[in-house]
Nanobody, 122 residues
Framework: VQLQASGGGLVQPGGSLRLSCVVSGDIFSIVRMGWYRQAPGKQRNFVAYITSGGPTDYSDSVRGRFTISRDIGENTLYLHMNNLSPEDTAVYYC?????????????????WGQGTQVTVSS
């Protein structure tokens, strides 16, 4: 199983970006997918998640500005980021809690993508 994140870049304050994360491999089902971010010198923090049924949650710092969505058929996770500020500068990681089928049983795993850099600066 692999998670491939993309879409990061340099954007001016107030601008927008859309991150993508493609999940590939032998997957039985996806339970939940999310985004985390890590600024230089800081710990990795939760940004948003979406469950298999559709419910979402956001950190207070991004609620109302970011929207998480998912294309189930393409196994792709998105993060639409609007009204970006320098405080949003970080490496963004996608994350998936998913099940694989192994020896007749489903096993729950957590996988991480490689991260994509988002820099908000004028």
């Amino acid at each position: 199983v692999q998670l491939q994140a993309s879409g990061g870049g340099l954007v001016q304050p107030g601008g927008s970006l859309r991150l993508s994360c493609v999940v590939s491999g032998d997957i039985f089902s996806i339970v939940r997918m999310g985004w985390y971010r890590q600024a230089p010198g800081k710990q990795r923090n939760f940004v948003a998640y979406i469950t298999s049924g559709g419910p979402t949650d956001y950190s207070d710092s991004v609620r109302g500005r970011f929207t998480i969505s998912r294309d189930i058929g393409e196994n792709t996770l998105y993060l639409h980021m609007n009204n970006l500020s320098p405080e949003d500068t970080a490496v963004y990681y996608c994350n998936a809690d998913l099940r694989t089928m192994e020896f007749g049983s489903t096993i729950l795993h957590t996988f991480w993508g490689q991260g994509t850099q988002v820099t908000v600066s004028s």
